[in-house]
């Protein structure tokens, strides 16, 4: 059994890391947040100690190192706003834990060659979380794909909306501050530009067409694919067969005209994604590095536009 403990427990994505950290048998026993709202910790860890202050935090775990010889922090899982992650990964290393991080790893893609050196300098890992990748059907999608591109030598022409309404908190919330979250192309769409450029190899060119606070829309040049995109938390963006089965939420991505359904276990990987880095196999900053740079390049376009 590994010992766990965890950053941003009130948050909205930490019931999938506390449900995974349960299916894989093993205990937490620290969990962090600045607000208390952290009844989910009943259903799954209701011994676990609760810290609305870092420093109680880190007091504790650190006390528990010192006080029982065999004691060790095996991870630190990381669900706290995007800009604390850089921050919480370092914590994580210097108290000898490896960190599994929630995506993005970091805002800017200078900030992973100093997480690379501290992860040697630690003898730890750093991991993240991009459970799209262990999605049986876009495996299958991906092997189809480069079968596919071998033979005909051909660009992909891929057309990705992703409309995930929000309502008016979110802008008053971390998430709506571009400081803080990185906005809508970091916040909401990293992990499906990470989808982009694992099916699709490398960027190769970049615009955009769409900028405002809450959408955001453009086109991809990528080694095996041309791709327009659009993100949105705008209710009004979404479509009307959407409006009609009451559905907050719309994905969709078209390859060469053919719709790809993966919204069926879109969020029921974190699971798997803990086998996987308990196991060693876990997703590295290596992983993530491509899309972290491709978003920080769009955050700095968007200044011009």
């Known amino acids: 059994m590994k010992n766990f403990a965890l950053t941003g427990v009130a948050g909205y994505i930490a019931p999938r890391h506390l449900k995974a950290i349960k299916e894989t048998g093993n205990n937490l026993i620290a969990a962090l947040d600045p607000h208390d709202s ?7 860890f209701p011994d676990a100690a609760f810290f609305t202050e870092f420093e109680r935090f880190d007091r504790h775990i650190e006390m528990l190192k ?7 922090l095996d991870y630190l899982s990381i669900c706290s706003p995007n800009n604390l992650h850089d921050a919480h990964i370092r914590f994580a290393l210097r108290i000898g834990a490896d960190a599994i991080c929630e ?3 970091v805002l800017n893609p200078w900030n992973l060659d100093a997480l690379q050196s501290l992860e040697k300098e630690f003898n730890r890992k750093i991991y993240t979380v991009l459970q799209l990748r262990l999605h049986p059907s876009l495996i299958e999608l991906k092997k189809n794909l480069l079968t596919k591109n071998q033979e005909q030598r051909t660009k992909n022409r891929v057309i990705l909306k992703y409309i995930t309404s929000r309502g008016l908190w979110y802008n008053f919330s971390w998430k709506g501050d571009n400081q803080k979250s990185g906005g809508i192309a970091t916040n909401i769409g990293i992990h499906l530009f990470d989808l982009l450029i694992w099916l699709f190899g490398k960027v190769e060119g970049y615009e955009l067409e769409t900028v405002q606070q809450n959408k955001m829309g453009g086109t991809l040049q990528l080694a095996r694919a041309d791709v327009k995109w659009f993100m949105s938390i705008d209710k009004n963006d ?14 969709s991505i078209q390859i060469d005209g053919n719709e790809i359904e993966f919204t069926e276990g879109f969020t029921d990987l ?11 196999r876990g997703f590295g900053i290596d992983d993530s590095r491509p899309s972290i740079e491709l978003v920080q390049k769009i955050r700095e376009l968007a200044k011009y536009k």
């Open 238 to 251: 979404l479509p009307e067969e959407a409006l009609k089965n009451k559905h907050s939420t719309f994905r």
């Open 270 to 280: 974190h699971t798997e994604v803990y086998k996987e880095i308990i196991a060693g």
């Open 38 to 44: 952290v009844g989910i910790l009943d259903q799954y």
């Open 103 to 105: 995506k993005p790893l």
């Open 66 to 72: 010192r006080k029982q010889k065999d004691f060790k």
